[in-house]
């Protein structure tokens, strides 16, 4: 048998910690061949909350976990860690303005991008989760400039499976028929589903809808504002289908995409389709043998092109936000 692959996450003592690391355990995140070793980082006022998690996580007897470890400091947690999913973040909280927001994970971001570069294993794949996830994906990639920087990727996959799900129920097919959906941009409001390169049952998304009104006034704003739905409904944000993308993720970017298919996630732009070198932006990819490749060569439509283009001018705006604080 395999050795065990190490997984970090931080913020493991939240809502979304609470979903993922019994499922990392499980084997869903790496498959049912490979053993993990969790390493959890959190902040000293909830390293006891982590730490009853991991007694749940140990009441469980999974054969995959190999133990838990946790950490209320940065280089230690990350110390050889092949996979890590940083999910705490600083929420925004009232009054805030978004400089100090980007200041505040800036305080969070840089410090973690350094202990990646110190110490994690050469092979180390990052999944940023928290909140702006782009940006702060951006702003620990800056700090780590001894790993390859498209091994820094954040999390667009549940805007993907929730623009899945709501195309699939539109039409009345099952979720499998929905292939090639893409969210470019950011994690955001402004971020775009684009159901033209999409298929179903082989046949053009778009057309198979045939309504351009359900498209540019339910469909897209449902999906870019589907956190607030859930919020409103549950009266807490999106924690287990958050936790469920991050697996998918992970999932797919370690064992590979199907060949009719590919998925959404936020990676550092080689400049395709017109968004700027570096910028962390979703983007469709595929994925093989543990590498993921922005799939070139689809038409982007006069529907489709301004909305990317404002979604990549907010990354933009992010990220100069963030060099004027020197946090890139
Ligand atoms: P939460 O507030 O329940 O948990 C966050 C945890 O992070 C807390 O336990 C906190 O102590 C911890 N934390 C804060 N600073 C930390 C640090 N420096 N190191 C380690 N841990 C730290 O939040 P929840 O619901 O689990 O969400 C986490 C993040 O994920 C939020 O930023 C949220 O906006 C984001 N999110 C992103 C989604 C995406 O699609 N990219 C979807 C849903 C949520």
């Not at 705490?88 to 570069?117: C, H, V, Y």
Request: glycine residues 10%; contains cysteine; charged residues 25%.
């Amino acid at each position: 048998t395999q050795a065990p692959v190490n997984v970090t996450v931080t913020g493991a003592a939240g809502q979304i910690g609470y979903a993922l690391l019994f499922r990392i355990a499980s084997g869903q995140l790496l498959g049912q061949d490979t053993p993990v070793r969790l390493r959890l980082l959190e902040i000293p006022q909830a390293v006891k909350a982590a730490e009853g998690t991991a007694l749940e996580l140990e009441d469980c007897a999974f054969p995959l976990l190999a133990g838990t470890d946790i950490f209320d400091d940065a280089k230690q947690a990350f110390e050889g860690t092949n996979i890590a999913l940083l999910v705490g973040a600083r929420p925004r909280t009232k009054g805030m303005e978004r400089s100090d927001l980007l200041e505040a994970n800036g305080g969070i971001f840089k410090p973690q991008g350094e202990a990646i570069n110190a110490g994690a294993a050469d092979d180390v794949r990052v999944l940023v989760v928290g909140n702006p996830a782009n940006t702060n994906a951006l702003i620990a990639r800056s700090h780590a400039p001894d790993v390859p920087a498209e091994r820094f990727t954040a999390m667009t996959r549940l805007d993907h499976n929730r623009a899945v799900a709501q195309l699939a129920k539109k039409l009345g097919v099952p979720v499998t028929d929905v292939k090639r959906m893409t969210i470019w941009g950011n994690h955001s409001a402004t971020q775009y589903p684009d159901v033209f390169n999409a298929e179903v049952k082989g046949r053009g998304a778009a057309e198979a809808v045939n309504d351009e009104k359900w498209l540019a006034e339910e469909f897209i704003p449902r999906v870019a504002k589907r956190g607030a739905e859930i919020i409103e409904a549950r009266g807490a944000s999106s924690a287990a289908s958050a936790a469920n993308a991050a697996i998918d993720h992970v999932f797919d970017w370690v064992n590979g995409t199907p060949q009719d298919d590919w998925v959404s996630m936020g990676v550092p732009s080689d400049g395709s389709y017109g968004v700027p070198e570096g910028l962390i932006s979703s983007f469709p990819v595929t994925c093989t043998g543990g590498r993921y490749e922005i799939v070139q060569g689809l038409e982007i439509n006069e529907f489709s092109r301004p909305r990317i283009d404002a979604s990549v001018q907010e990354l933009a705006d992010e990220r100069d936000a963030v060099r004027k604080l020197g946090l890139v």
